[in-house]
């Protein structure tokens, strides 16, 4: 079997079951596991699966572009939005994290309300562009193009010199012994940086997959 025939085999069999298991596979085939594992692993880099211990599942919308991500969950984001915009109060300081739940409370904010917003995310900048009365704070630092969000020592270090009085940390998932977790490392970083800063950290994420960076202390509550 051709290499290319051996990869679309893959990918059916992947559509069909929701998952590849390695060694399974490799014997089915007639294969070895190094052979299957790099079949796997080029899929992965064509974007094509998610490599995992032990095979590869299927890529997670959620892990997507950021233009498309805002498509995902969309009612449940706005709930989200509407309940983490009345956290809100006039005349607060507000860090808004990254990703398309930060982004929905953006656009749930009510447009008489006088506050200043602070964010890694030039997109959620950008929605707030036409707000009468926010003023808006961007950080800077390294652009994540998936994340559509600044990171890093920069970043990290504007923010440490904030004091604010709400924190709504976006994350990628929320795990009762990992904590918050999202998917970057440098991203992780920032985010832990920014905590002790404010008074209310609160989360604003709408369900997404879990991911193994931690995003913030872990927490058990």
Not at 160 to 169: G, Q
Not at 209 to 216: F, H, I, V
Request: hydrophobic fraction near 40%; glycine fraction near 10%; aromatic fraction near 2%.
């Amino acid at each position: 079997m051709l290499a290319a025939e051996r990869r679309g085999l893959l990918l059916a069999r992947l559509h069909q079951d929701g998952k590849l298991v390695a060694r399974d596979l490799a014997i089915e085939l007639g294969l070895s596991e190094d052979s299957l594992r790099r079949d796997l692993r080029e899929l992965a880099a064509a974007g094509l699966c998610r490599r995992v211990y032990g095979g590869a599942l299927p890529v997670s919308p959620a892990m997507g572009e950021f233009a498309k991500r805002l498509e995902i969950a969309t009612e449940s984001k706005r709930r989200v939005a509407a309940r983490a915009a009345q956290l809100i109060t006039p005349g607060s300081t507000v860090i808004l994290g990254s990703g398309t739940t930060a982004h929905a409370v953006a656009g749930a904010l009510p447009q008489n309300l006088s506050a200043m917003i602070v964010t890694p995310s030039p997109a959620t900048a950008a929605a707030l562009v036409k707000h009468p009365t926010i003023d808006v704070f961007v950080l800077g630092g390294r652009l994540l193009k998936q994340a559509a969000s600044v990171c890093g020592a920069a970043s990290a270090d504007a923010a440490s010199k904030i004091s604010a009085d709400v924190y709504l940390l976006g994350v990628a998932g929320v795990h009762i012994d990992e904590g918050f977790t999202t998917g970057d490392p440098s991203g992780s970083s920032s985010a832990g940086r920014r905590i002790p800063t404010c008074s209310r950290p609160a989360r604003s994420s709408a369900p997404s997959p879990p991911s193994r960076w931690s995003a913030s202390p872990r927490s058990r509550g």
